[in-house]
């Protein structure tokens, strides 16, 4: 068969059985089979692919993901974000300190946790209720909070980032210096859509909170946590001192002690963080090991290498092509979530853009952008869904989409000053190397 009539072939299958309601992992592991069973033979592949469904875990990187999702789920269920977003709310006196609070409790908590929807449901669940109470505007609030959310994708450690070092092989240390200085500037821009929203409309944003006061021992308490687990996880992965899998253990052990000592956990808190971490892993688990199967199966018949070829034999211009695999992705971000996205197609994209000639480490932090607009883009966003949730009918579904664009702007402003100034990615590596 040609590479053609396999890529499609493959889609095929794959949109058939996502079609009828198979999960995305049994649906990547099915749309595989037939192929494999043509390759190896109906004995031989199943054997293959156990090996490749469980052996893709000896991994030793791939150690780094049920920890960072273990760390996240531990201060979620603790009271290390909430506090955090106490303070930014009550230790700012300025107008809107609520909403500017809710911006940095994200940018925070993005840095000890890698996952945008956990982001938004811990800063979301405590901020959301208390801004509405104090009259903020509820598009903008419900904006804040799950655009805030996305940037725990960007401000390393980022699972997206993670999961991009994996599939294109590239260093997930340079990966998430390369996010720093995006994540801190999306931080600036979402501050000064707040600003702007609250000029343009003053009744948006409600007076400086009466309540607010610092405090040195809130401040401790608030800020110590979070930023002595950043401090560990950036410091011992960008001075080389540890791997990403042994940063994410440390800071796993040492989030564990302060959830309980500060962050008053309790027993039933730590057991319930397990079983998240159980159950998302059972997904993520078995989306990386059938997407490793597919492609396993896509490698075999060359199909990225052919499409590589075949698409630049339009000889387009590098650009045009980068802005053909964004708006690939900004299309399919409305119907797939990232990770799933991320397994499905960067093994077909990723040797695209390298042939194109752009730097895979630049491109990792432009696809991350990428994935956090499609987040928060219909019919299937994620983190629009989570903000509606946690309302309890307080929030439509229309005002967290309409409080979003603001936010969606800002990212694809940075998205345009990353392609056309590199640098603003590429300089942090450069000079850590």
Known sequence: MEWYQIGLGLLGLLVLFIGIGLPIPFALGAASLPFLFDIQGWSTSIVSSELKLWGVWVDYILLSVPLFIFLGELIG????????????HQGVRVRGSAAY?????????????????????TIGGVALPEMLKLGYDRRLTSGVLAAGGTLSVLIPPSLILLFYGIVTDQSIGELFIAGVIPGFLLVGFFALIIYTWGKLRPAAIPNADADSRFNLTRLMFA???????????????????ATPTEAAAVAALLTII???????????????????????MGYLGLL???????????????????????FLSFDLSPFVVLMSVLAFYIILGMFLEPVSMTFITLPMIYPLIGQSGFDLIWFGVIYTITMEVAVLTPPVGLNLYVIQGISRGKVSIGEVIMGCLPFIGAMVLLLALLIFIPGGALWLPAIMK
């Open 223 to 241: 800020l110590g946590p979070v930023l002595l687990i950043g401090l560990v996880i950036t410091f011992s992965i960008y001075t080389g001192i």
């Open 101 to 121: 609070g809710s911006v940095v409790a994200c940018a925070g908590f993005g840095a000890v946790c890698g996952s945008s929807m956990v982001g938004s449901l």
């Open 258 to 280: 302060l959830a309980f000592t500060v962050g008053g956990l309790s027993l039933r808190g730590f057991i319930e963080s397990l079983l998240a971490t159980m159950r998302t």
């Open 77 to 88: 269920r603790s009271n290390i974000g909430p506090n955090l977003y106490q303070f930014m």
């Open 288 to 310: 990386l090991s059938s997407g490793v199967l597919f492609g396993f199966v896509l490698t075999y018949y060359e199909v990225p290498q052919q499409f590589t070829e075949f």
